[in-house]
């Protein structure tokens, strides 16, 4: 039997604006490593 378990994430406004800005630098170096 798989069991899955969701979490919500209720970040702080400066820890919303890390998060965003790593998702958006993992993004930019996906999409590099995608065109290489």
């Known amino acids: 039997m798989r ?3 969701k979490y ?3 970040p ?3 820890q919303q604006k890390d998060l965003e ?3 958006s ?4 170096l996906y ?3 995608l065109q290489e």
Do not use: E, G, S, V
């Open 12 to 14: 702080t406004q400066p």
């Open 3 to 5: 069991k899955a378990f």
């Open 8 to 10: 919500r994430l209720y």
């Open 31 to 33: 999409n590099a490593a």
């Open 21 to 23: 800005r790593t998702l």
């Open 25 to 28: 630098l993992c993004r930019h």
